[in-house]
């Protein structure tokens, strides 16, 4: 490494936490290779309420495409919101559905029935909904890759116009 290698800090960051250990020069021999790795630090998001859900920067065209009502947002909000992290499903009845907003359940069955019609919610079996993977996640990108690969390609095949495309 040569003869300028950095001082390790010795005072404590802002946020307490320790300084790194020294750093120690390397020496190599022929045939020896290096690997970095990088660390990352934890995240320290700032979300109102506390977290936060991928969703799709499309859904704005999504929703404007496909003319989606209020209602048929709220419900994929709160499925959004309430879905298993790294599956993107959601264990919910329509009864909770239309409990959580306030609506009839024969209209949380229509609006449903509207969403999985555009192809955003599948229903996996009663009570358990599947959200299009590629509009909401919440989870890695390797486990939306997961998610993703068990869906058949006409489900794969969301495809909208987005915003300046003819």
């Known amino acids: ?5 950095r001082q ?8 307490t936490t320790p300084a790194p250990p020294p750093v120690q020069p390397l020496k ?4 020896d290779k290096v690997v970095v790795e990088r660390r990352q630090r934890p995240a320290n998001y ?11 920067r499309a859904l704005f ?21 309430e879905q298993e992290h790294g599956t993107a499903r ?4 329509q009864s909770e559905m239309a409990d ?15 969403l999985r019609e555009i192809g955003l ?10 959200l299009h993977p590629r509009v909401f996640f919440a989870g890695s990108s390797d486990q939306q890759a997961e998610v993703l690969a068990e869906l058949p390609p006409d489900v794969l095949a969301f495809d909208v116009p987005m915003d300046g495309e003819a």
């Not at 490494?1 to 290698?5: D, L, R, S, Y």
């Not at 390790?8 to 946020?15: D, L, Q, V």
């Not at 229903?123 to 358990?128: E, L, S």
């Open 28 to 31: 190599l021999g022929r045939g």
């Open 90 to 93: 959601v264990r919910m009845t």
């Open 1 to 5: 490494m040569g003869q300028h290698a």
């Open 100 to 114: 959580k907003l306030e609506i009839h359940r024969t209209d949380v069955s229509n609006l449903l029935g509207n």
């Open 121 to 130: 919610v599948m229903q996996v079996k009663r009570g358990i909904y599947q």
């Open 61 to 81: 065209t999504i929703v404007k495409h496909f003319d989606l009502g209020r209602r048929e947002i709220l419900i994929l909000l709160l499925l959004g919101l």
């Open 46 to 56: 700032d979300f109102v309420g506390g977290a936060f859900q991928q969703i799709s």
């Open 8 to 15: 390790a800090r010795t005072s404590e960051t802002p946020e």
